[in-house]
């Protein structure tokens, strides 16, 4: 079966821009949750949704934001973009109840220049 | 605030060898804890999930132990392979009254070379 799939891989924007990743999870998955991971930090929860709705956050700033469609697939977004902000940013599937296994994409890696 | 703490933070060894990782948290009430392996620049891949009332799991050359209340897993490899050097992470998510809250919580991971 088709895996998690995030678009686009790479990603190279200007201070002040915005962008929009997009995850496509296993079929069958509700939950989609993203994650920022940065040599310094390592990986840091941005948030999860299932079914549609956002069921927890991180603790970052309301620049970045996030949606899910109806089919599970979720983009998100972020705005006035900083340097800070470079990072490989990941999607993980699961099932959301019961079964919580993640399984997660490739990764966007994103870079503000 | 859950915790994650995992070591060493490198480990070198030659073929062959068997070897242990070590993860620690520090909030009891998990869901479940899952370990994964990321090569450079690459996604992470799930190795082996633990819930929170199993003691081991197993797959293959892995075997991963969990004791809640110590509040510790460990991640067995036998037989070690070039093609094991990667960075393990393991992730704790939280659990209250068998809900799951959807956020993995990571430990900074281990760099495991496996020289031949």
């Known amino acids: 079966k088709a895996g998690v799939t995030q678009t686009p891989r790479y990603l190279i924007k200007t201070r002040g821009q915005q962008v929009t990743l997009s995850c496509s999870p296993i079929?069958?998955?509700?939950?989609v949750s993203w994650y920022q991971q940065t040599p310094g930090q390592g990986l840091q929860f941005l948030f999860e949704y299932f079914s549609e709705t956002q069921r927890n956050k991180g603790n970052f700033p309301g620049r970045f934001s996030g949606r899910q469609f109806s089919n599970s697939r979720s983009e998100m977004n972020v705005s006035t973009l900083e340097l800070g902000d470079s990072a490989l940013y990941l999607c993980?599937?699961?099932w959301g109840q019961g079964n919580t296994e993640a399984f997660f994409g490739q990764g966007t890696r994103l870079t503000v220049v | 605030k859950q915790e994650v703490t995992q070591i060493p933070a490198a480990l070198s060894v030659p073929e062959g060898e068997n070897l242990v990782l070590n993860c620690s948290f520090t909030d009891s009430a998990i869901y479940n804890l899952q370990w994964f392996r990321q090569d450079p620049g690459k996604g992470l891949t799930s190795l082996l999930l633990i819930q929170s009332s199993q003691r081991e799991q197993t797959s293959g050359r892995l075997n991963a132990s969990l004791d809640k209340s110590s509040g510790r897993s460990t991640l067995y490899i036998a037989a070690s392979q070039p093609g094991d050097s990667a960075t393990y992470l393991c992730a704790v998510i939280r659990g209250f009254g068998g809900t799951s809250y959807g956020k993995l919580t990571f430990g900074q991971g281990t760099i495991l070379t496996v020289h031949p």
């Open positions: 993980a599937s699961s």
């Open positions: 079929s069958g998955h509700r939950s």
